[in-house]
């Protein structure tokens, strides 16, 4: 009998043949081949805390670079697949919540991350390497999508909804 276990993990960016993911315990960041079924280390995800549990589980592959997203960590990573290097975007965070971000997606040169920890839809230029602005939400979200132009919120607590159009950057509340 062969041991089928596999590194733990909560969101893979897959392209192609390509699957880029995150090792959810350790802060690793893997890729693996589908075709053949070979699993790379590309890189440990810079961090001073002592447990990696979650801090940056998820990730999406933009252009030659990968976001690693936040969950319990503080901040994005982005790893540049030619330099071999990662580059740090701050998150404002002055409460010290858990930034919670499941739900992010690329549109026009943007990253719009939904943080549930912070109540804000987070605006990332990704070629500043920078958060550029947040937008506040006024409850706690427990799931989010983008359709087109429109990041949709679900209220964890009101059964409002919540659209972000993306082009205007106005919020509309849904009840």
Known sequence: MTNSSFIWSDG???EDNIAWFVDGEHSILYSLDMN?????????????????????PRCIKIE????CIPDVG????VYHLE??????????NINY??????????????LYAVSRGLRQIIEV???GKRVSKYYDLEDDVSQSV??????????AVSGCVYEFNTVTKRRTKYV
């Not at 330099?83 to 404002?92: L, M, Y």
Request: aromatic share 14%; proline share 1%.
């Open 125 to 127: 230029d990704i070629h």
């Open 12 to 14: 893979w960016w897959v």
């Open 146 to 155: 983008k359709a087109d132009d429109a990041i949709l919120c679900v209220s």
């Open 74 to 77: 503080d901040c994005i990573w």
């Open 97 to 110: 919540a858990r930034l919670g971000i499941t739900n992010f997606w690329l549109d026009k040169n943007k």
């Open 83 to 92: 330099k071999a290097e990662f580059v740090q975007i701050e998150i404002r």
């Open 36 to 56: 053949i079924g070979e699993c790379k280390f590309i890189a440990q995800i810079p961090n001073e805390k002592e447990n990696c549990f979650r801090l940056n």
């Open 64 to 67: 030659k670079e990968i976001y």
